[in-house]
T-cell receptor, first 111, second 114 residues
Framework: DTAVSQTPKYLVTQMGNDKSIKCEQNLGHDTMYWYKQDSKKFLKIMFSYNNKELIINETVPNRFSPKSPDKAHLNLHINSLELGDSAVYFC??????????FGSGTRLTVV | AQSVTQLGSHVSVSEGALVLLRCNYSSSVPPYLFWYVQYPNQGLQLLLKYTSAATLVKGINGFEAEFKKSETSFHLTKPSAHMSDAAEYFCAVSEGQGAQKLVFGQGTRLTINP
């Protein structure tokens, strides 16, 4: 199936831990993104990579570090997790502004 | 800077009634506009998009939206609501060609009453 796939789907961890979320797309898109959906369902872009190059970084704390080993993968590493990091994180990819495909999300709970 | 305002965080309609979800946008250049639907514990699914072609856009599941530049609006409608339409709906804007970022509204939860 052509898709954007994220792992894990659920992640429960303690404050202070470091965790990673992985994302892969097999759509051949050049651009990948991370979006955060908070507890009030508000969606906001965090990062965007185009062909492995960072092009958008929306004032995200530097505890969050995206890594794109190739244009089909965009991982998100989070250091020193805080309670406020609890959210649903969506990966997405696009070839243009009109061709976004979202992953199914990773629900991160920090306890 | 772009922004999107969705009027009404919660809309409730009866099954078979008209669905109207309101979206107003702000953009300094001709925008691309989108409606997404999110079912509980699922990802975002594209309902429809406006990309400067026809101002009346038809999408999946019987939804449509009309781009009105003079009103800076992109309201979503469906003539007859179905129970399966219950979900969260998001309007989003992108500043056209070359601009890859989507800016979302705060979402509208649609409830369908039997």
């Amino acid at each position: 199936d052509t898709a954007v796939s994220q792992t894990p789907k659920y992640l429960v961890t303690q404050m202070g831990n470091d965790k990673s979320i992985k994302c892969e797309q097999n759509l051949g898109h050049d651009t990948m993104y991370w979006y955060k959906q908070d507890s009030k369902k508000f969606l906001k872009i965090m990062f965007s990579y185009n062909n492995k190059e960072l092009i958008i970084n929306e004032t995200v704390p530097n505890r969050f570090s995206p890594k794109s080993p190739d244009k089909a993968h965009l991982n998100l590493h989070i250091n020193s997790l805080e309670l406020g990091d609890s959210a649903v994180y969506f990966c997405a990819s696009s070839q243009s502004p009109i061709g976004y495909t979202f992953g199914s999300g990773t629900r991160l709970t920090v306890v | 800077a772009q922004s999107v305002t969705q009027l009404g965080s919660h809309v409730s309609v009866s099954e078979g009634a008209l669905v109207l979800l309101r979206c107003n946008y702000s953009s300094s250049v001709p925008p691309y506009l989108f409606w997404y639907v999110q079912y509980p514990n699922q990802g975002l699914q594209l309902l429809l998009k406006y990309t400067s072609a026809a101002t009346l856009v038809k999408g999946i599941n019987g939804f449509e939206a009309e781009f009105k530049k003079s009103e800076t609006s992109f309201h979503l409608t469906k003539p007859s609501a179905h129970m399966s339409d219950a979900a969260e709906y998001f309007c989003a804007v992108s500043e056209g060609q070359g601009a890859q970022k989507l800016v979302f509204g705060q979402g509208t939860r649609l409830t369908i009453n039997p």
